[in-house]
Every structure is written in structure tokens, then in C-alpha cells.
């Protein structure tokens, strides 16, 4: 943590502040708890110091030798001898001319008393009272002494020196100061445990690391254009991050999700089964009211126990986009390099015969090129009018001749130039998936020919694909278009999936046509081409 120009870490900030509070807390309290221990040892000297006054007092020794002024010497015998008991420094008893009649200084008997503090105990007060002596500065008592018929003949005094009396306050509060040091050296140990022990909860990191990492992590989630949600052992919604949101948003779903449970609010989640199964799903389509996602769920776990769960989901829409327009690119590739093979082939036969200078047969020879391109050209182009598409198939007639198959293209009426974009996208999968599958279906055939056909209405497209191969059965009639379904092995069986998946969003069917020899695959599109010039 920063204070002003100086840093100091949380494990120090901790243990100051906990050492702190301590300090103040132990010291008020001692202060305290000082004060009202030497009041009550103040209090306790004072009523003992009264007590013992008041016993001499009421003696009747003392107060026969005083009215009598008879027997003064048994004064002083009494006098030492309790105060050798009680543990004081001096008892004094005097007449009411202030002359003393007992002192532990037996040479200060019959002298005054000093001090100038017994004036009020001569009116018949009792009181208590700090003065300097002949002894030194004590802590006194004065308690007059009265006959039987109450009339005042002397005062008791009873005194504690004050060096004894701070000794007695200094044992009392003597413990309390060593508890508060024990107090204090708990309290500083226990901060320091607690801060370590709140450092190695947050792993040893300072608060503001913390708030990076937590801004961080936000942006990282904020990024992904995958849909992030993740839930509590409870089920209850703890994160979603900006893209989930908009999901939710798409499908109808307005309100917030955190804190919501995942059971109310998106019930074909199936979040609550990962945490509880702690079996991970992937590529899971869920449809939520009329949205199609692609869900991925994982258990979130912590020290080898499950604590949450994880699901990412993407539009499925818009990962098919993407999947096709992959498709698309690869067929380019593919198509780019057949022609530039073919293209390289010519290039040596046009050298060969430069350098063997058959000028005629070269003239012939590119004469032939030029003518051939030209009719296949003019024939794909009078039957399709979007140039993608056309050089698509251009590049397919010389990918299958390269290949050694024979593909026919022909039609009746123009293929159209549409105006989404996406739709060429749709078409290129479409012509490029059956294409290659016929030329996989002819591979290991004797006649390997490949018949295209387009027609065309006003508001119908259709495409044929008819090839000279095996042909499929009638068990697997039904499971040509499923995904993952193939007669050639693993990982196959996704071209015609593909197709399927293109011609219902274009809106059209796909059907496999029955014939004695071989497979037809007839695809309808509806389309409806815009006049130009209304």
C-alpha cells in the first residue's frame, strides 16, 4: 500500500495497525485502571489510618489520662504498642494545648505538634490530611478524642509516611503494568501472525496486484467473443461477462443474471449436473427460445474439489459462418494450386518445343490451349453469372482433370449474381462439397465421370450432381446427410453435413435421387432475383 512517496506492504501495514490499536487500547486501559487502583489504595490507607485514630480514640486509657491528666506515660506505652501492631509510622496523642503525649521519638513528648494541619480536629473534626512533620511528609489522621459526656479533651493522630504510601500505590498497580507488557508483546505477536496469515490467503499478493489481476481478468473476459458464465456449488449466477449478456439479450432474456439461480434462468444450462457429476460436456447444442448456441461446460476445481462450473457458448449460427467460409478457402487453395500444376505442366510442353524449335506445333499447341480455355470459359460463364462461383467451378474442371475425371457441366438458363455476399458463401459450399464427393465416389471407378446440371426458373434454383460411382443402399440412405457419417473411415463424413446445413438456411431441400447406376444429389433454392431497372 502507498502512503504519500513511501510503499509498505500489507503484511506491515497489518501488524502496525493491529500493534497500534493495541498499544492505545492496552494503555488507556492501564491508565485507567492505574488511576482507580490508587484511589482505592488512597482510600484503603486513609479509612485504616481513620480506623486506627478512632480505636485510640475510644480508648478508655487514653481518655481517663487526658481528662485527668493522670497516667500520661500509659499513653505512650499504648500508643507504641498498637502502633507496632498496625504497622504505621507515628500516633500521636494530644492534649487540646496541641501538646503531644506519645511520639515514637520519645524526646518530641510534651513538645507541639508540627505539622499546623490539626486545627480543624481541635473543633471535633475528623478528617485526613498530607503535611510535612518532624518525621518527615506523611499521610495523616485526626480524630478528636471525647469523654462520656462528649466534651472534646485531645485529638489522635495517626500518620503513614508518604514514601510508603506511593510504595503501596506502585505494588497495587505493579501487576497491571505487567500485564499490559504481557498484553502488549500477545498483541504484537498475534498481528504479526494474523497479517501472515491474511497474506497467505490473498498468495502472498499486495492488494494493489489484487486489483490488477481483478482488471485484468475483467478485461480478458470482457474480450472473448465467447459467452462466459459461471455458477456456485448453489447454482447461483457469480459471472457473466458483456458477450453472455448480449446472448441472453438476443433470446429474449432482458434482466440481469448475477446472482439469479441457474435453474430459473437458463434451466437447460445443465451447470448444476457438471458441478454435481463433475463430468465436463463440449460442443453441446442448447436452444434457447429460437437461438442456437454451442456449449462447452467444465467444473471449476480448487484443491482437487469442485467449486463451480464453467460454460462458454457461442452462436451456432455464426460458427457455422465461420466454418464454411473456412470451407470456402480451403476449396480456393486447393483450386489455385490444381491450376497453377496445370499451368506449369503447359509451361514445360510450350519450352520443350522452343528449345526443339517446332515453331508450327507450338503456334498449334497454344492455339489449342487458348481454344479450350475459351470453351470452357464461355460454357461456365453462359451458366453462371456470379464470378466467384464460376471461377470455383473453373478451377474444379481442371482440379478433376488433373485427376483424371471426366465433369460435365451443363444447364438451362443463367445462374444469378445475388446481392448478399453471404449467399456465394452458401453456393461455394454447396457446389464444392457434392463435387468433391462424386470425385471421391468415381476415385476407384473405371468410368469416372461427373455430371453437373443447373436449372433455372423465376423463382427456383436447382443443382444436380450425378456421378458414375458405387451408389449408396438403402440402409444408408437415411444417414448420408448426418453428421460424422461416412463409408470411408474416421474422421469423415462431414462434406455433405455441410451441405445439408447450407441448403436449409437457404431455405431449399436436398434429395437423394435413385438411379441404376451410380449417385444423383439433387439440391432446390428458392431465389427470387431483383429487376435492376424497375
Same mark, same amino acid.
Given at each position: 500500500m502507498k502512503f504519500g512517496?513511501?510503499?509498505?506492504?500489507?503484511?506491515?501495514?497489518?501488524?502496525?495497525?493491529?500493534?497500534?490499536?493495541?498499544? &492505545?487500547?492496552?494503555?488507556?486501559?492501564?491508565? &485507567?485502571?492505574?488511576?482507580?487502583?490508587? #484511589?482505592?489504595? =488512597? =482510600?484503603? &490507607?486513609?479509612?485504616?489510618?481513620?480506623?486506627?485514630?478512632?480505636?485510640?480514640?475510644?480508648?478508655?486509657?487514653?481518655? +481517663?489520662?487526658?481528662?485527668?491528666?493522670? #497516667? +500520661?506515660?500509659?499513653?505512650?506505652?499504648?500508643?507504641?504498642?498498637?502502633?507496632?501492631?498496625?504497622?504505621?509510622?507515628? $500516633?500521636?496523642?494530644?492534649?487540646?494545648?496541641? $501538646? /503531644?503525649?506519645?511520639?515514637?521519638?520519645?524526646?518530641?513528648?510534651?513538645? /507541639?505538634?508540627?505539622?499546623?494541619?490539626?486545627?480543624?480536629?481541635?473543633?471535633? =473534626?475528623?478528617?485526613?490530611?498530607?503535611?510535612?512533620?518532624?518525621?518527615?511528609?506523611?499521610? /495523616?489522621?485526626?480524630?478528636?478524642?471525647?469523654?462520656?459526656?462528649?466534651?472534646?479533651?485531645?485529638?489522635?493522630?495517626?500518620?503513614?509516611?508518604?514514601? /510508603?504510601?506511593?510504595?503501596?500505590?506502585i505494588n497495587s498497580t505493579h501487576i497491571i503494568y505487567v500485564a499490559i507488557g504481557v498484553g502488549l508483546i500477545i498483541g504484537i505477536l498475534g498481528a504479526w501472525i494474523l497479517a501472515r496469515k491474511i497474506k497467505g490467503i490473498l498468495f502472498g499478493l499486495e492488494p494493489f496486484q489484487i486489483a490488477n489481476l481483478l482488471q485484468e481478468r475483467n478485461a480478458m473476459l470482457e474480450s472473448v467473443r465467447e459467452g462466459i458464465v459461471a455458477v456456485d456449488r448453489e447454482s447461483r449466477i457469480v459471472l457473466a461477462n458483456s458477450e453472455a449478456v448480449r446472448l441472453f439479450h438476443r433470446a429474449g432474456m432482458n434482466h440481469q443474471p448475477i446472482g439469479e439461480n441457474i435453474e430459473d434462468y437458463l434451466p437447460q444450462s445443465r451447470l448444476r449436473h457438471v458441478v454435481e457429476g463433475e463430468t465436463p460436456e463440449f460442443d453441446r447444442e442448447v436452444t434457447l427460445n429460437g437461438l442456437t448456441l454451442l456449449v462447452n461446460r467444465v467444473p471449476v476445481k480448487v484443491d482437487g474439489h469442485t467449486v463451480a462450473a464453467l460454460a462458454t457458448f457461442r452462436d451456432k449460427t455464426e460458427i457455422k459462418k465461420l466454418a464454411e467460409q473456412l470451407t470456402g478457402v480451403k476449396m480456393y487453395a486447393e483450386a489455385l494450386r490444381v491450376k497453377t500444376h496445370e499451368f506449369m505442366n503447359k509451361l514445360h510442353v510450350i519450352l520443350g518445343l522452343v528449345q526443339m524449335r517446332e515453331l508450327d506445333r507450338l503456334s498449334s499447341y497454344i492455339q489449342q490451349l487458348t481454344d479450350h480455355y475459351h470453351m470452357e470459359a464461355g460454357s461456365v460463364s453462359q451458366l453462371v453469372r456470379e464470378p466467384i462461383l464460376a471461377g470455383f467451378l473453373l478451377s474444379k474442371l481442371s482440379y478433376a482433370r488433373e485427376r483424371g475425371v471426366q465433369l460435365n457441366l451443363s444447364g438451362n438458363g443463367v445462374w444469378p449474381r445475388p446481392e448478399d455476399p453471404g449467399i456465394v458463401d452458401e453456393w461455394v459450399t454447396i457446389f464444392g462439397n457434392l463435387i468433391d464427393n462424386a470425385m471421391e465416389a468415381v476415385e476407384d471407378c473405371e468410368q469416372k465421370e461427373i455430371d453437373v446440371s443447373l436449372e433455372t426458373t423465376d423463382s427456383t434454383l436447382s443443382l444436380s450432381v450425378t456421378d458414375t460411382g458405387k451408389g449408396i443402399s438403402d440402409d444408408q440412405k437415411e444417414k448420408i446427410f448426418e453428421k460424422g457419417f461416412s463409408t470411408k473411415g474416421e474422421n469423415r463424413g462431414y462434406g455433405l453435413n455441410l451441405v445439408r446445413i447450407s441448403v436449409e438456411k437457404l431455405g431449399g431441400t436436398l434429395t437423394h435421387i435413385p438411379i441404376d447406376s451410380g449417385t444423383k444429389i439433387l439440391v432446390t433454392l428458392p431465389f427470387e432475383e431483383k429487376d435492376e431497372n424497375p
Open positions: 512517496r513511501f510503499y509498505i506492504s500489507l503484511q506491515k501495514v497489518i501488524t502496525l495497525f493491529v500493534c497500534t490499536v493495541v498499544i &492505545l487500547s492496552l494503555t488507556v486501559t492501564g491508565i &485507567l485502571i492505574g488511576e482507580e487502583v490508587t #484511589d482505592e489504595t =488512597k =482510600k484503603y &490507607l486513609s479509612d485504616k489510618a481513620i480506623n486506627i485514630a478512632r480505636t485510640v480514640a475510644r480508648s478508655p486509657l487514653v481518655i +481517663e489520662a487526658l481528662e485527668h491528666k493522670q #497516667d +500520661e506515660k500509659n499513653i505512650q506505652s499504648y500508643a507504641e504498642e498498637v502502633r507496632k501492631i498496625t504497622d504505621v509510622r507515628f $500516633i500521636v496523642v494530644m492534649d487540646m494545648n496541641h $501538646i /503531644r503525649k506519645s511520639h515514637p521519638d520519645k524526646e518530641k513528648i510534651g513538645k /507541639r505538634f508540627i505539622g499546623g494541619d490539626e486545627a480543624r480536629a481541635m473543633k471535633g =473534626k475528623s478528617y485526613t490530611s498530607v503535611a510535612e512533620g518532624t518525621l518527615g511528609t506523611s499521610f /495523616r489522621a485526626f480524630v478528636p478524642v471525647k469523654n462520656r459526656e462528649g466534651q472534646q479533651v485531645g485529638v489522635v493522630a495517626v500518620g503513614i509516611m508518604m514514601n /510508603r504510601v506511593e510504595e503501596a500505590i
